[in-house]
Structure formats: structure tokens, C-alpha cells
């Protein structure tokens, strides 16, 4: 099993481009989530799913969009890349819907918006 | 609202000497609590975590953490730490099922 793959992991982006961050796993996971790293803010929750077209919001939702089609897949947009979205972008992937289950973690995006 | 408080950004301590990494939680209802660790470049591992039952709770690389309902504290510890502990450490919590909020890290940093 790869686990949880996330592309790319590193990218640069210039303020009002659009993106979006690739994240899949083959666990056969129903829980996937995305995360956002920031130094002395640690990791804070931005979207996630429970399940096949199911998604919803996390503490900082705002600029982000996700959608979950199949199982395996979700991937996180950026309509338009502010500089505030420089961060280390982590996807996560847990057994079940809830959370009371070990997450597994992607190796990150780093992403630069200048 | 549900928060993790991490009281030390960073710990330093020497090979061999035991460590304690503190962590708060603020809930009013039950929770899940949880201890990840980051090496340098790397996603996150789970090291440990309670759900129910015995309060102290043990987990991978002979660390333990002890569940405190009335201090509402969940703090990681380990006899004696080895240079490959240095890493950054999260604590996390999950109220309810589907959220999982964690707290800003400790840097474990042990020296020779």
C-alpha cells in the first residue's frame, strides 16, 4: 500500500492563480481531512469528508475548496492564492467517519504564494 | 468550543533523562484524546491515544501519557529520551465525531 499521497510537494504560486493539491489514499479510508501548518499555530483543521460526496467545513474554511467523488480521492482547491495561504499543507485519512481512529498522514505540500 | 493548550513550545533535555510534555484540553462533554509526533520533514504519526478505560495510556518508542479528568490535562512522558525523540509533538483532541483540533506542538529537542 502507498498509504496517503499527496502531489505536488512543493509549489509556487503567484497571488490570484488557482490550484488545486492533490490527496489520495488506497486504505479504503472513508474519513479524509486537510490540514493546514503553520509555525507556532500548528496544525488547523480546513475541510473534511466522511465519506463519498459527503464534505464539510473545518476552523479555517475560508479561500479552500473541496469536493470527494470516490473513495480514494480528495482533492483540495484554491480559487485564488493569497499570500496568507503560504503554508505546509497536510491531508489525512482515517478507518470509519469519525475521528476516534488513528489518522494517517501524507508526507505535505509546501506551497508559496508570493 | 473544544481547545488544546500546549504549554511549552519547546523542551529541551538531555540523552537519558526522562521528560514530560505538558497538554490541556477545555471540554464540557467526553473526549477522545490523542499524541502525534512529526520528525523533521515528515507527515504526522500517531504515538498514543486514549478513548476509554484505564487512564494511563502507553504507546509506541516507551512513551506514556496519563489521562486527568479533573485537571483536564493529558500529559506525555518518557523515562529516559534518546537523541532520535527530537521531533516536534502535537496533542489533539475530538469532541463529537468528526472534528479532530490539535494544540500548537512542544519541539522535543535532546542533546548528547
Known amino acids: 500500500n502507498a498509504g496517503v499521497t499527496q502531489t505536488p510537494k512543493f509549489q509556487v504560486l503567484k497571488t490570484g492563480q488557482s490550484m488545486t493539491l492533490q490527496c489520495a489514499q488506497d486504505?479504503?479510508?472513508?474519513?479524509m481531512s486537510w490540514y493546514r501548518q503553520d509555525p507556532g499555530m500548528g496544525l488547523r483543521l480546513i475541510h473534511y469528508?466522511?465519506?463519498?460526496?459527503?464534505?464539510d467545513q473545518g476552523e479555517v474554511p475560508n479561500g479552500y475548496n473541496v469536493s470527494r467523488s470516490t473513495t480514494e480521492d480528495f482533492p483540495l482547491r484554491l480559487l485564488s492564492a493569497a499570500p496568507s495561504q503560504t503554508s505546509v499543507y497536510f491531508c489525512?485519512?482515517?478507518?470509519?467517519?469519525?475521528?476516534?481512529?488513528?489518522?494517517?498522514f501524507g508526507p505535505g505540500t509546501r506551497l508559496t504564494v508570493t | 468550543a473544544q481547545s488544546v493548550t500546549q504549554l511549552d513550545s519547546q523542551v529541551p533535555v538531555f540523552e537519558e533523562a526522562p521528560v514530560e510534555l505538558r497538554c490541556n484540553y477545555s471540554?464540557?462533554?467526553?473526549?477522545?484524546l490523542f499524541w502525534y509526533v512529526q520528525y523533521p520533514n515528515q507527515g504526522l504519526q500517531l504515538l498514543l491515544k486514549?478513548?476509554?478505560?484505564?487512564?494511563l495510556v502507553k504507546g509506541i518508542n516507551g512513551f506514556e501519557a496519563e489521562f486527568n479528568k479533573s485537571q483536564t490535562s493529558f500529559h506525555l512522558r518518557k523515562p529516559s529520551v534518546h537523541i532520535s525523540d527530537t521531533a516536534e509533538y502535537f496533542c489533539?483532541?475530538?469532541?463529537?465525531?468528526?472534528?479532530?483540533?490539535f494544540g500548537t506542538g512542544t519541539r522535543l529537542q535532546v542533546f548528547p
Open positions: 486514549y478513548l476509554s478505560g484505564s487512564t
Open positions: 469528508s466522511v465519506g463519498a460526496g459527503i464534505t
Open positions: 489525512a485519512s482515517s478507518y470509519g467517519t469519525g475521528t476516534s481512529n488513528e489518522q494517517y
Open positions: 471540554s464540557s462533554v467526553s473526549v477522545y
Open positions: 489533539a483532541v475530538s469532541v463529537g465525531t468528526d472534528k479532530l483540533i
Open positions: 486504505m479504503n479510508h472513508e474519513y
